[in-house]
């Protein structure tokens, strides 16, 4: 075992990573935004892949455009979910189950809309980033992991820019504190949500596109890298962005290791073992302030 | 009227299998019957506890495939491997209760998950215990009951999970009747009230932990020697969802809720089978839609609509959030 290799392991656990978070701030900002666990947004991940896929496989659109169109489509899509379902639900009172098992539905509905679409088989997506490894020092690093930590990173910055110094995301952060009281100060809480979701799909479905070059593009995609996600988020603590980045990025290092060092057998069970041992010390996620007992 | 409506039901449940002779629906009934059984459990969890459980189908799982490996490898008799299985999935069900005291919410839902995918996950792949996804086949059925009362195989496995049903909802409805039931209901409501009036919310909600996990593990047993075949495909995150549906659209926290999510829930593919490749956009379709218009569940939905025609506007849906 050479420290190589480890370095190697490391930054394609990194890349992995990086997907992890993409998804697991969407379920953050959604969570922050409206209480709910949205199942659904798992199913943005895979619509974002398969959409990427029509536009650069088969109509031929350079990649970089498919990524910015699949991601337009995926933040409409968020916005039109909360506008015509959670919206209902939320005007109902609708409990914490009834939400969940709501987006459960539309995330069956999603599947299965894209299987009479798109088939039940998966395909193959052209590798764009180039299949040649780069050699740094030794270490050989696949480009398309490069590529992925570079997007995610700059997506990350810019949300926390967005999120910090704009006008607009302050009044986005104050709704998630505090309904009542940011739309006593003018923000129109309504429009804030409408944003988040847009937001967070949006970086649900930059994730499905970069993961589909790594992976073949099916309808079950999002079920087992979103669960996943979800975990990460929750292991992060559900109400914190950093937490979910760090989450994410754990999840997908630690899942690369044990798969390398270990066994590749049980590498889908690793970042729920993680979740289980993050909650028994600490309740409420890694960066939680919420779910605290007292 | 409830007991009218009661004596119905008891009366369809008890003479279906010998008025409908077809197999396939005395199959389908059986099915419905094992996963009543299971969903009541999670319906004491979730629905009385309001502990938000996704990982009910790890103890299913638990349970069949106990009761498979005692009988199929170590030659036990059916009867002693089920009560062996009852034990393994309720000490399961302790071990996953004591540190979900501690959790709420959404980090217990996704603790469950997380879970039943490890427990998937260990079954797929531990092959010198489980035979890993090729699944233990073979499972022998108890004893010789069918020829007995003269009636076919899936007569009889209905009848018996008819008996177990009955058992199961029994004991739970025992509990809730009780001042534990009372205390479980405080705990779902506001757990810090709860504590705060004098309750133990810590053994209550282990309690139903492990009263939940043992009549899912009771499903278990039912299904591995009724199906004679268990495989990790039966016991996903999917299932997990597939049970939590059962018990919200048939309406949580009632007595008869699980039964009727499990009957709609397991008759509505085979109703839109027209559809075809529709059916399961549909299914999805229609999850989305109850939970739109009956938010309390089919049982709860007679009662609600009174409610709101004796209070008008007034009336404000009593809902358990998940975060608050």
Request: proline share 3%; with cysteine; glycine share 12%.
């Amino acid at each position: 075992m050479t420290l190589e290799f480890l370095v190697q392991q490391v930054v394609s656990g990194l890349a992995m990573g990086c997907t992890y978070a993409l998804i697991a701030l969407g379920h953050v900002l959604i969570w922050n935004a409206m209480r709910i666990l949205n199942f659904a947004h798992n199913e943005v991940v895979m619509i974002g892949a398969f959409l990427g896929l029509t536009f650069h496989v088969l109509l031929g659109l350079p990649y970089w455009l498919s990524v910015f169109l699949a991601c337009a489509c995926g933040s409409l899509f968020g916005v039109a979910l909360r506008r015509s379902v959670y919206h209902y639900l939320r005007r109902l009172q609708a409990s914490g189950e009834n939400f969940l098992i709501a987006s459960i539905g539309v995330s069956v509905f999603l599947i299965n809309l894209a299987t009479i679409i798109w088939g039940a088989f998966g395909f193959g997506f052209p590798d764009v980033f180039g299949g040649k490894p780069i050699s740094l020092l030794g270490v050989r690093i696949l480009p398309r992991s490069l590529w992925i930590l570079g997007v995610g990173a700059s997506l990350v910055l810019l949300l926390h820019w967005f999120l910090s110094r704009t006008k607009l995301g302050t009044g986005l952060r104050a709704v998630a504190q505090d309904k009542e009281t940011a739309s006593i100060m003018g923000v129109d809480v309504d429009a804030a949500d409408a944003l988040t979701f847009a937001i967070a799909s949006a970086l649900g479905a930059v994730a499905g596109v970069l993961l589909a070059p790594a992976f073949l593009v099916t309808t079950d995609m999002g079920q087992s890298v979103g669960l996943k996600a979800f975990a990460a988020a929750v292991a992060g603590g559900l109400d914190s962005l950093p937490g979910a980045v760090v989450g994410g990025l754990t999840v997908g290092v630690i899942e690369n290791l044990s798969c390398a060092l270990v066994s590749s057998k049980y590498k889908d069970a690793v970042a729920f073992v993680l979740l289980l041992l993050v909650l028994l010390v600490k309740p409420s996620g890694l960066f939680g302030k919420e779910g605290r007992r007292r | 009227m409830t007991r009218v409506f009661s004596l119905l039901a008891t009366l369809v449940l008890l003479t279906f299998p010998l008025v409908v002779r077809h197999t396939y629906y005395v199959h389908l009934g059986v099915m419905i019957l094992i996963s009543a059984i299971a969903c009541s459990g999670l319906n004491l969890v979730t629905g009385y506890a309001g502990q938000l459980s996704l990982g009910h189908a790890a103890f299913v799982a638990l349970g069949a495939y106990s009761s498979a490996l005692l009988t199929t490898e170590l030659g036990w008799s059916v009867g002693l491997s089920f009560l062996a299985s009852l034990a393994i999935t309720t000490a399961f069900g302790l071990v996953i209760g004591v540190p979900s005291f501690r959790l709420r919410g959404p980090y217990l839902a996704l603790a469950t998950a997380g879970f039943g995918e490890i427990v998937r996950v260990v079954i797929t792949n531990w092959e010198g215990l489980t035979h890993g996804s090729r699944g233990v086949t073979d499972i022998p059925a108890p004893g010789p009951l069918a020829p007995l009362v003269g009636l076919a195989r899936e007569q009889a496995w209905y009848y018996v999970c008819l008996l177990c049903f009955a058992l199961v909802i029994t004991a739970i409805q025992r509990i809730i009747r009780s001042h534990v039931g009372r205390d479980l209901v405080a705990v779902r409501d506001s757990d810090r009230v709860a504590e705060a009036l004098g309750i133990n919310t810590f053994a209550c909600k282990l309690l139903a932990f492990s009263m939940s996990a043992l009549a899912g593990g009771w499903a278990g047993v039912l299904y591995s020697h009724y199906m004679e075949y268990v495989s990790p495909d039966a016991f996903t995150f999917g299932e997990s969802v597939a049970f939590l549906s059962m018990v919200v659209v048939g309406g949580k926290g009632t007595v008869w809720g699980p039964l009727v999510g499990a009957i709609v829930l397991t008759v509505l593919p085979d109703l839109l089978s027209f559809l075809q490749d529709f059916k399961m956009l549909f299914h999805g379709l229609l999850l989305v839609l109850a939970m739109m218009f009956l938010p309390g569940g089919i049982v709860d939905t007679p009662g609600q609509l009174l409610l709101r025609r004796s209070r008008r506007s007034t009336d404000e849906p009593v809902g358990v959030g998940t975060g608050d």
